[in-house]
């Protein structure tokens, strides 16, 4: 199905508040707009490189919400989004700064009980902090990067103490070592030069792939950095063509990571290629597109579900909704946001005070039935689940180019450590 694009500003609901918000920003709710509220956040990257792949996360939190205020609410209470473009024009893809500043907004409205995002790791980075002094809780359904969650740094992500950002996928520390594992058990990957975008994602990805690969025994022959704003990779493309190596691993989004697919078609066509989830959905597939994806594998920091029998009502419920094909990380969004709502239910029966102190601590002891299992987190706010699925980009004419179930093919879930 080809995918429409929709505004990127059609849903941002940011500056409508109680019943302006309820009647005008969210399925025209105003028969609601004298009762018990909740909001809850939703922030990526809406404008830039990355817009499309956000836009289907932000969709998959706004289904869960929909289904719940048409069943009548969450024991009482409407759920009115708030949505936040994380991104910027200047960028031309996710800013840190833009998402401290939406942050900082969602953290002065009280009603604000808890946030669906981010998709990046480099906004997470600058989100949590705040979200720690205001003892707010987020969950991300796409952002991987371990350090956010590392103990070792909760002085600088979590000055409170407690846990505040919670995960709905695994973090690079298993993405990058398990991709490393089946470069080297599947695809007998002797030689490989990294690559990263310079964005914290990008980084600490390749960290943890080239240390998982050289210590199982591949050699690394190189390792550059990508510019996500410059247009020509060709000096290094040409400088891993000179060194021969087997593979290209790639940390980063789809900025930089279009343009590395299309100029290394040009350079190293046979080589392999491979990367994580930055490169793993529609913005790196209609961006680069056929034949510069061709063979491209990456992961997903999370079990394939669009195609399984226990997802198919989501499925079709999302296309008939957004007439779009959903991807694995509007599943994991979705189950955020069934996370964030049974929070809400177990605080609203409690009959504790409905804040986000009381969100944050319910969030923290889920253990929730989504579409993708019993989601549950460690002290640290980490999902409990490790698996990490593998893709490979291969081009079936049968579907529009640009169809990403049809060309991103589920290969197998990467061999762990």
């Known amino acids: 199905m080809t995918k429409i694009r929709l505004s990127r500003r059609a849903f941002n609901v940011a500056a409508l508040t109680g019943a302006t918000a309820l009647a005008t920003g969210f399925g025209g709710l105003s028969a609601f707009a004298a009762d018990k509220v909740v909001k809850i956040g939703i922030t990526v990257p809406l404008t830039g490189a990355d817009a499309e792949d956000a836009t289907l996360i932000k969709d998959g939190a706004m289904l869960a919400f929909e289904e719940a205020n048409a069943k009548g609410g969450v024991h009482g209470y409407k759920i009115v989004p708030v949505v936040y473009d994380n991104g910027t024009a200047t960028a031309g893809q996710y800013d840190p700064a833009q998402a401290a500043t939406n ?18 790791s480099g906004d997470g980075k600058a989100m949590s902090p705040i979200l720690s002094e205001a003892d707010m809780a987020t969950i991300t359904p796409a952002s991987t990067n371990p350090d956010i969650t590392n103990p070792k740094m909760a002085g600088q992500f979590r000055p409170k103490g407690k846990a505040v950002y919670f995960r709905t996928v695994t973090t690079d520390a298993y993405q990058g070592p398990e991709m490393a594992n089946y470069f080297k058990e599947k695809l007998h990957v002797k030689s490989v030069f990294v690559l990263d975008d310079s964005g914290a994602y990008g980084v600490g990805l390749a960290d943890a792939f080239q240390n998982r690969a050289k210590k199982i025994g591949i050699k690394i022959v190189g390792r550059d950095q ?65 034949p510069a994806v061709e063979g491209w594998y990456s992961t997903n920091a ?54 986000r102190s009381n969100i944050r601590d319910a969030i923290q002891n889920s253990h929730v039935k989504t579409l993708q299992g019993t989601v549950s987190f460690d002290k640290n706010g980490d999902i409990k689940d490790r698996t990490v699925s593998v893709f490979q980009y291969r081009h079936d004419t049968s579907h529009p180019a640009d169809d990403l179930t049809a060309q991103l093919k589920y290969l197998t879930v990467a061999p762990q450590a």
Request: glycine residues 10%.
């Open 226 to 290: 990508l510019n996500p704003k410059e247009a020509d990779y060709t000096t290094v493309l040409t400088k891993i063509k000179g060194l021969h190596p087997d593979a290209i691993y790639y940390g980063g989004v789809a900025q930089a990571g279009v343009k590395l697919a299309k100029q290394a078609h040009e350079i190293v066509p046979k080589m392999i290629k491979g990367g994580g989830d930055g490169i793993s959905g529609g913005s790196f597939l209609s961006g680069a597109g056929f």
């Open 103 to 120: 942050t900082k907004k969602l953290v002065s409205d009280p009603l604000v009980v808890a946030n669906v995002g981010p998709e990046m």
């Open 302 to 355: 999370g079990p394939h579900l669009t195609e399984s029998p226990k997802a198919a009502k989501f499925v079709k419920d999302f296309k008939a909704k957004f007439n779009k094909v959903p991807d694995d990380y509007s599943i994991t969004s979705y189950d955020a946001a069934q996370v964030i709502l049974a929070a809400i239910e177990k605080v609203a029966k409690s009959g504790k005070k409905m804040n």
